[in-house]
């Protein structure tokens, strides 16, 4: 009898997932939460029926959860798709019928980038917000910044590449000041690090649930009370009419609770992945070196690890160690199949030798000491090996 696909398709024991940026796997109490409404509340929470009504209470319960961790208040969590989405209403509902400039980080998302394109083509200028060689926004340029021509700054809160933490205390206060919409791309900093709305001084916020463990097709743009945008779809009148379409009952639960999870165990969680990661980068310095760390060490994510293996190819790399069971990537996912090097990487004035071989760690909370001592293993036995065939490769 033949396998059935899902047999064949199913990933061999023994390989390690070290590419939690690009997605986590969904805690077991987040599909346990999800499979129960999905059940029991599959009424349309539009509907004023008793089954409308239950949907309904859980829908609200989970925007006031959501709305309690991050720091906000429910009225302005707006229930999305996920990042991608609540990036682009943000940019695109607060720009909808103006023209004027966008500042935006230095090696951003593609989510945010290609939106500011598109608007770029409409007539709006595009200023970059340069950061230093880790990483980091550079202050002394927000001063001298166009504000009077000025409608939006967009910035990602922490990089998706390098883990890169900004403090946007003093750029949140110059846009509040200047009355500037300021959107965080927060989609890798929720539920890795502690983030409060308010306390941000953002006036929109963009989340995904699949990168704290919780369901990938449901993510918020929190946007602060008063702040208005243009509805990025119409139809009903969901979600205070600023985003119309049946609400995912489930899937908002499934976001709540790997936020309570986050929630709840947040330095235990911390703890965990800071070692991983620190002892992932111990190893490899000590066994693959020479090495270069990419991205400020202190202002990071305790979960990620962005560094470079000169003498070796990037692309190349990543064929190897997937062929020798570990998961890791280049970069943003949404990047995929770009030839183009890192933004992020060149932005921050790496040379080619190391955005060309940079590779991005990202652990996670199933990740084990033990699994990471042998993924230390088989990185370097691969990086040694991809050495020894450049060098014969370049030799007379």
């Known amino acids: ?66 709305a309690d961790i991050l720091g906000a208040q ?35 998302h593609p989510a945010t980038t290609e939106a500011c ?44 590449e390098t883990g890169v933490v900004q403090d946007l205390t003093l750029l949140s206060e110059i846009c509040r000041d200047r009355r500037v919409f300021l959107h965080v791309d927060a989609v890798q900093a929720v539920g890795k690090i502690p983030v409060l709305f308010h306390q941000l001084g953002a006036t929109a916020l963009s989340l995904a649930a699949h990168k704290f463990y919780g369901p990938r097709g449901i993510g918020a743009l929190l946007l602060r009370e008063g702040a208005r945008i ?3 779809q119409v139809g009903g ?25 986050f929630r709840d165990q947040q330095d235990q969680h911390a703890e965990h992945l800071t070692g991983l990661r620190d002892r992932l980068e111990q190893g490899l310095k000590q066994q693959a070196a020479p090495v270069v760390i990419n991205g ?19 692309e190349a790399f990543l064929v190897a160690i997937d062929l020798d069971g570990i998961a890791c990537s280049l970069g943003s996912t949404c990047a995929s199949g770009s030839t183009e090097p890192a933004p992020a990487l060149v932005a921050m004035g790496c040379p080619p030798e190391v955005y060309k071989s940079a590779v991005r760690f990202s652990v996670g909370l199933e990740n084990t ?25 370049t030799s007379p």
Do not use: C
Not at 5 to 19: S, V
Not at 44 to 51: F, L, T, V, Y
Not at 78 to 84: K, Q
Not at 369 to 393: F, P
């Open 1 to 66: 009898m033949n396998d059935s696909p899902a047999e064949t398709n199913d990933i061999k024991p023994g390989r390690i997932y070290l590419d939690n940026n690009a997605t986590t796997r969904p805690a077991p109490e987040v599909i346990e939460a999800i499979a129960h409404h999905l059940y029991h509340h599959y009424g349309n929470p539009g509907s004023r029926h008793a089954e409308g009504r239950h949907a309904r209470h859980a829908l609200e319960t989970a925007r006031e959860t959501i």
């Open 117 to 160: 394109k598109q608007l770029q083509q409409r007539g709006w200028q595009l200023d970059t917000l340069e950061v230093d060689s880790n990483g980091l926004l550079l202050a002394e340029q927000f001063e001298s910044l166009p504000w009077e021509e000025l409608k939006l700054v967009s910035v990602i809160l922490a990089h998706n």
């Open 74 to 108: 429910p009225k302005e969590v707006i229930f999305t798709s996920g990042g991608t989405e609540a990036i682009n209403m943000a940019i695109f509902g607060s720009t909808e019928g103006r023209t004027g400039r966008i500042a935006l980080t230095a090696g951003e």
């Open 237 to 261: 009148h969901q979600e205070a009419g600023r985003r119309a379409g049946t609400e995912l009952v489930a899937l908002a639960v499934g976001m709540a609770r790997a936020l309570e999870l």
């Open 369 to 393: 000491t033990k699994e990471i001592d042998e993924a230390i293993g088989r990185i370097a036995k691969v990086v040694s090996r991809l050495r020894e065939k450049s060098k014969a490769s």
């Open 296 to 314: 400020s060490e202190q202002h990071r994510l305790p979960n990620t690890l962005n560094i470079s293996f000169p003498g070796i190819d990037g």
């Open 230 to 232: 243009a509805p990025f």
